[in-house]
């Protein structure tokens, strides 16, 4: 998978020696620009909107730390190169792909790549899926399940909870058949119909029509129609609660 990239680098010799690596190690890298300051990167990170930024920490005026801060809401992943280890934490907290030093070690530079590489191939197959489930979902009627072999395609209504397994979520019908597909609970709560799904607890999203009744606790639990008993998180339970009066 090709990466559009900008460069980041306050220094001319450094920006240099990371193309001549890029090409040389990373064929796949296309760069857009290479920026000697983050005010120069900043018009050409909102001109090309980059896959990835390979991105100096240490530079005159805004440091690569305030300029990622600042570009949080892009879509660009950020790898730091830098000759400073001190801010490798803070770096990661902002959700950095990869921290590498200088001079770049070949083998590491490979492997950031590759890292943005995954990291596009998921976010592209969450643009699909949101697709996928807006084009199915405007009419309340039908989902498409992503699944190892392809794309199911579900009634909205049969569908009775999303349970979290790590990664992968499973899909209980209400036939009491269980499918599993690669997508975490949080991607699925960003596009499903608020009406009828309410996220009840970390690892589960019910679907409001198949509850068929709720046990009274802490958070309490719900029982639904193919039978499976869940819980519900504390925090959620008065959210449920207006959820089922209005039913």
Not at 59 to 86: C, N, R, W, Y
Not at 171 to 192: C, H, P, Q, T, Y
Not at 197 to 221: D, M, P
């Amino acid at each position: 998978m090709n990466l559009r990239a900008i460069i980041v680098d306050d220094e001319p010799l450094a920006r240099e020696n990371l193309r001549l690596l890029l090409e040389s190690y990373c064929p796949q890298v296309h760069i857009l620009a290479a920026c000697k300051n983050a005010t120069e990167a900043l018009t050409e990170i909102n001109a090309h909107h980059p896959d990835v930024i390979f991105l100096d920490i240490q530079m005159p005026g805004k440091s690569g730390i305030e300029l990622a801060e600042e570009i949080q809401h892009q879509k660009s992943s950020i790898v730091f190169v830098t000759a400073h280890d001190e801010y490798a934490i803070r770096a990661f907290r902002l959700s950095a792909i990869d921290y590498l030093l200088k001079p770049v070690d070949p083998k590491q530079l490979i492997q950031a790549v590759h890292k943005c590489q995954n990291e596009l191939q998921i976010k592209i197959s969450k643009e699909q899926l949101k697709l996928y489930l807006s084009n199915y979902a405007q009419t309340d009627e039908q989902i498409a399940l992503p699944t190892m072999s392809g794309l199911d395609i579900c009634r909205l209504a049969d569908v009775v909870c999303f349970a979290a397994d790590e990664s992968y979520c499973e899909v209980w019908m209400a036939d009491k058949s269980k499918k599993v597909i690669s997508r975490k609970l949080g991607e699925l709560e960003e596009i499903l119909p608020t009406h009828n799904f309410v996220r009840l607890h970390k690892s589960y999203i019910v679907n409001i029509k198949h509850i068929t009744k709720y046990i009274k606790g802490e958070g309490g639990q719900v029982v639904l129609s193919n039978g499976e008993t869940v819980d519900v998180s504390r925090r959620k339970k008065e959210e449920l609660l207006q959820h089922l009066h209005r039913i």
